[in-house]
C-alpha cells in the first residue's frame, strides 16, 4: 500500500487531495492545524496529528506514522502550509515579516529535513512543495509572501539537486490566485476580484481540484525524470500576456 503525508492536511487543498489519495487506495497520514475540519476523515483510515508545521518533533512523529502505515515506506509528502500577507514593506513590522517567513519558508524546510532524512533510510520518494505566482513574478505589495515562496523554489531546486541519486524527487507548484479560504480577503469583493481576475491572461482563477489533481499527479504517476520543477498554475499569468 502506498503510504502519503498531507502537511497543512486542513487546508481545502489538503482535503481535497486527501480524498483522492483514499480513493486511490493510499494510505494517508494528516499534520493539520484545525482538528475540525478533518472530521470526515475516520480515525483507523487516516492518520491524524493536530500542531504546528514548525514543530520537528511532531513532524517527525508523522512522517514516522506515515512510514509505518506504508509499511516501511512514505511513498510521498506534500506542504500545503501557507499564509496571505499582501502589504507594503512600509505598512508591514519586521516581526508580521518574520512570521509570513516562519509559516511559509521555515515550516517547508522542517518537512524537507525530516521528510528527506527517513526517506533516505526508505528507498527514496517524492516530495512537493506549494510556492505561488509571488514567488516568480514582481506584484504589488506582495514582498513578503514573494520573498518566503522565492525561498521555498530555491530550496526545491537545491534539494532535487542533493537527493537527485538518491531516489527522492522534489518539485513544486506554484498557483495563482485560487478559490480558498486563504484567499478570501481578495475573492470576498467583487472589485478586487475582478482586478485580480483582469491579470490573468485565461481570466479566471483557480478551482482548488486543478492545483490538488497536479500535485496529486506528482507524488503518484508523474514520470521519475522530473524533478528540481516549478510548475505554474497561474492561468498564464507568469509566462503569458492576454
Given at each position: 500500500?502506498?503510504?502519503?503525508?498531507?502537511?497543512?492536511g486542513?487546508s481545502?487543498?489538503?482535503?481535497?487531495?486527501?480524498?483522492?489519495?483514499?480513493?486511490?487506495?493510499?494510505a494517508v497520514?494528516?499534520?493539520?492545524r484545525?482538528?475540525?475540519?478533518?472530521?470526515?476523515?475516520?480515525?483507523?483510515?487516516?492518520?491524524?496529528?493536530i500542531?504546528?508545521?514548525n514543530?520537528?518533533?511532531?513532524v517527525?512523529?508523522?512522517?514516522?506514522?506515515?512510514?509505518?502505515?506504508?509499511?516501511?515506506?512514505?511513498d510521498?509528502?506534500?506542504h500545503?502550509?501557507?499564509?496571505?500577507?499582501?502589504r507594503?514593506?512600509?505598512?508591514m513590522?519586521?516581526?508580521?515579516?518574520?512570521?509570513?517567513i516562519?509559516?511559509n519558508?521555515s515550516?517547508?524546510?522542517?518537512?524537507?529535513?525530516?521528510?528527506?532524512?527517513?526517506m533516505?533510510?526508505?528507498?527514496?520518494?517524492r516530495?512537493?512543495?506549494?510556492?505561488?505566482?509571488a514567488?516568480?513574478?514582481g506584484?504589488?505589495?506582495?514582498?513578503?509572501?514573494?520573498a518566503a515562496?522565492?525561498?521555498?523554489?530555491?530550496?526545491v531546486?537545491s534539494?532535487?539537486a542533493t537527493y537527485?541519486?538518491?531516489?527522492?524527487?522534489?518539485?513544486?507548484?506554484?498557483?495563482g490566485l485560487?478559490?480558498?479560504?486563504?484567499?478570501?480577503?481578495?475573492?470576498?469583493?467583487?472589485?478586487?476580484?475582478?482586478a485580480?481576475?483582469?491579470?490573468?491572461?485565461?481570466?479566471?482563477?483557480?478551482?482548488?481540484?486543478e492545483?490538488?489533481?497536479t500535485?496529486?499527479?506528482?507524488?503518484?504517476?508523474?514520470p521519475?525524470n522530473?524533478?528540481?520543477?516549478?510548475?505554474h498554475?497561474?492561468g498564464?499569468?507568469s509566462?503569458?500576456?492576454?
Amino acid at each position: 500500500m502506498r503510504s502519503y503525508l498531507i502537511v497543512g492536511g486542513s487546508s481545502d487543498i489538503g482535503i481535497i487531495l486527501c480524498r483522492a489519495l483514499l480513493e486511490e487506495g493510499a494510505a494517508v497520514t494528516l499534520l493539520a492545524r484545525d482538528s475540525s475540519r478533518l472530521a470526515e476523515f475516520p480515525e483507523g483510515k487516516v492518520g491524524k496529528f493536530i500542531g504546528d508545521a514548525n514543530d520537528e518533533e511532531l513532524v517527525k512523529e508523522a512522517v514516522l506514522s506515515a512510514i509505518s502505515a506504508g509499511n516501511g515506506r512514505l511513498d510521498g509528502v506534500v506542504h500545503l502550509v501557507g499564509s496571505f500577507a499582501v502589504r507594503p514593506p512600509h505598512a508591514m513590522s519586521l516581526e508580521a515579516f518574520e512570521q509570513v517567513i516562519t509559516t511559509n519558508l521555515s515550516s517547508a524546510f522542517v518537512t524537507l529535513s525530516i521528510a528527506c532524512k527517513q526517506m533516505l533510510r526508505n528507498g527514496g520518494g517524492r516530495v512537493v512543495f506549494t510556492s505561488s505566482v509571488a514567488g516568480s513574478l514582481g506584484l504589488a505589495n506582495h514582498e513578503a509572501i514573494a520573498a518566503a515562496k522565492g525561498g521555498v523554489e530555491s530550496m526545491v531546486r537545491s534539494a532535487a539537486a542533493t537527493y537527485s541519486k538518491r531516489g527522492i524527487r522534489v518539485n513544486a507548484v506554484a498557483p495563482g490566485l485560487t478559490d480558498t479560504r486563504l484567499s478570501r480577503p481578495i475573492t470576498s469583493s467583487s472589485a478586487t476580484k475582478e482586478a485580480a481576475v483582469g491579470m490573468i491572461p485565461l481570466k479566471r482563477i483557480n478551482e482548488p481540484e486543478e492545483v490538488s489533481s497536479t500535485i496529486q499527479w506528482l507524488l503518484t504517476d508523474a514520470p521519475d525524470n522530473i524533478t528540481g520543477q516549478v510548475f505554474h498554475l497561474d492561468g498564464g499569468m507568469s509566462n503569458v500576456r492576454g
